[in-house]
């Protein structure tokens, strides 16, 4: 189908936010979630700029991209009207040159490319380059390492042939190569984009140390055993671990400190734990994890992912045990499915939100029992539940204590009365039976 045309095109240069794989050089100062939540923020940004300067004007906005595709970007930046087109094969120079020349071919008289990766851009700054193109054949905004951040044209014009886009004599060559061709150069004013951690210093608010990406929050009581196996599952170079300790006797805190974790104290009361532990959280995510509770491996990866959507409130991963019985693989079966029809996962299944969103839907309610299913109940209020494609893997021994059948029917009858308005003060009896350490 033919794209509408336009006398005027912004594309957005940028790539979908992966894990790992986004602002590589970023990870040594930020992890690899962070770099990625940066890439992320940036994007954001930049296109929240250009819809709100240009949208008015009649420019058509492009976003020229490497990775994703045009479903899961409408899931990520549906609010602003974009169109979307994969990046062609090859270098940066390239696959910049294919996306103007597409855009002049579908009739396009002026072409402005940018970055997203450039925190100084501003609607002033797109006008005044569109403008420049009255009397110039080709402008450029100079970045402080030698490159550029933005490149305007009237007409397709080939000047990124023979360049070796690592160098920092990028825009020296460029516009050797522009004058040879006999153009009319406007340069603006330099700005930095955010390649290496030393450029992170030109960013607006930022502080060091970091924010780590994720703060995992596990509340305890007498867990020594469990976090033993716990602990090391969640150690990860984008997240604080943070364990809420009610009064245990039997050394959880020391274990905890001894695996690095972040350790604060209070009276018992699994609610009133978390919410201590997220007032004192640094990550930009908190993570919910009950303390037999093991997470599956990349566990950040499936956070990042899943929040990417715009409408997902909150997350929660599939449910297993490490019991392999037929009786609990239905029960298995049925608890992810219960999650996902219902959009009201359990706490074991590991709940996780961004930090402001769960302050803004107010936190847990410091009730006896079932304070996940309250928080996940006002959270659909706002949002919708995702689940990850991966489980956690949560300890049976509940469910071996006091029988498959017994504790599904009790944890049926808790969840039912909280739905219905029962008193959690009454319910909290049913859940409270003494367990044996597995």
């Not at 058509?60 to 062609?88: I, M, N, S």
């Not at 490319?113 to 006008?127: E, Q, Y």
């Not at 402008?139 to 402080?144: D, K, N, W």
Request: with cysteine; aromatic share 8%; charged share 20%.
């Amino acid at each position: 189908m033919q794209a509408p045309t336009s006398h005027a095109q912004l594309i957005i240069f940028g790539r979908y936010p992966a894990v790992g794989r986004t602002k590589t050089r970023l990870i040594p100062a930020l992890g690899p979630a962070g770099a990625a939540a940066l890439q992320k923020r940036l994007t954001e940004q930049t296109v929240a700029t250009a819809c709100h300067r240009l949208i008015k004007r009649g420019v058509r906005r492009v976003l020229c991209h490497e990775g994703g595709d045009t479903h899961r970007f409408e899931r990520w930046l549906g609010k602003c009207k974009l169109d979307y087109t994969p990046q062609a094969t090859g270098d940066i120079g390239r696959r910049m040159f294919a996306a103007i020349k597409q855009a002049f071919d579908q009739g396009a008289r002026r072409i402005i490319l940018i970055g997203t990766d450039i925190p100084g851009i501003t609607g002033k700054i797109l006008d005044q380059a569109f403008a420049s193109l009255d009397n110039h054949d080709l402008v450029l905004g100079p970045s402080t390492d030698g490159g550029y951040w933005l490149v305007g044209m009237n007409r397709p014009v080939d000047i990124f042939g023979g360049i070796a886009w690592s160098q920092a004599d990028v825009l020296e060559k460029t516009l050797k190569i522009a004058r040879q061709k006999r153009q009319r150069i406007e340069l603006l004013d330099p700005l930095t984009d955010l390649d290496t951690p030393a450029d992170l210093d030109h960013l607006p608010g930022w502080q060091k140390p970091f924010a780590p990406y994720l703060s995992v929050i596990i509340p305890v009581l007498n867990e020594a055993h469990q976090l033993g196996r716990t602990l090391p599952a969640a150690a990860s170079m984008d997240a604080q671990i943070i364990v809420s300790d009610g009064g245990s006797t039997d050394g959880s805190a020391a274990m905890a400190r001894a695996w690095g974790a972040d350790v604060i104290t209070g009276p018992k009361g699994r609610a009133g734990q978390q919410n201590r532990a997220a007032a004192a959280a640094r990550g930009d995510v908190l993570l919910f994890l009950h303390a037999d509770t093991r997470l599956p491996r990349n566990y950040v990866t499936h956070i990042f992912d899943t929040l990417m959507d715009r409408r997902t409130i909150m997350g929660a991963f599939r449910f297993d045990t490490d019991l392999q019985t037929t009786a609990m693989r239905l029960i298995r079966y049925l608890t992810n499915r219960r999650a996902a029809w219902l959009n009201l996962p359990y706490g074991d299944q590991g709940l996780f939100l961004k930090r402001r969103d769960f302050f803004r839907i107010g936190r847990f309610p410091e009730v006896a029992i079932a304070e996940d299913l309250y928080l996940a109940r006002t959270a659909t209020r706002h949002g919708r539940i995702a689940l990850a494609p991966s489980a956690v893997v949560t300890s049976a021994r509940r469910w071996q204590r006091l029988g498959v059948l017994r504790t599904t029917w009790i944890n049926t009858i808790i969840a039912t009365g909280c739905l219905a308005g029962v008193s959690p003060n009454r319910l909290a009896p049913l859940y409270r039976l003494p367990l044996r350490k597995q």
